[in-house]
């Protein structure tokens, strides 16, 4: 894994938003892989910043995010869709039809899920997948446990999953959905290029993990040490327990 060591969230977020703008630029007809949660907050306002300044075009590329809440629409105000809508798609210029998220009320999960697999790979498959870490691990929806499902699928969340999600709900975890449904590992680790972005001492713990320790199911993002193409970003807070390098 290549580590790269930033001052802080604002750096973390510059860096990786540089990386985006550079591979759109390169390539328009990108295919990303998005995060939601409080990480990519700062990222996506930066994306969304240099678009309206004229230097990132989104109209050739495509999206897939990584995961959402089950029994939830897309026009739920608590779905990650949603929070997509207000944080970047609707500020910048991806066509509607290139977005794809996994629809949280499909009637008929496990079918959605391998819709969603289908639709990935009808795109040619991920080029940059950007990342955000739980406290315990996970990537995506992913986990940990003894064994992990490697393609898209209905996933049932860890409590402290739902704790940290319960701000979208007003803050009752009570209101969390209990499920979700979400890229695997294997559609993670297919993809071309990740970047793994962290921020905050509350991260440092599981950065280590994932850096320096063993392969683990019980640590998702610490399959990533099997990819040859992960980036991670991460500020000094969250680096505070790796190894000098
Ligand atoms: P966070 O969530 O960015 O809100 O810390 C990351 C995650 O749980 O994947």
Redesign the pocket.
Known sequence: MNVRILKDEQAVARAVAARVIKTLTARPATVLGL?T???PVALYARLVAAHAAGRVDFSQASTFNLDEFLGLPGDHPASYRAFMETHLFGHVNLSPRRIHFLNGAARDPVAECARYEAAIRRAGGIDLLLL???TNG?IGFNEPAAGLVADSHPARLAAGTRR?NAELFDGRVQAVPRRALSMGVGTILRSRAIVLVATGAGKADVIKATVEGLVTTRVPASLLQLHGAVDLVVDEAAAAGLRRR
Request: without cysteine; charged residues 10%; positive net charge.
């Open positions: 995060p949660g409080r990480t955000g870490i739980g996970h940290s």
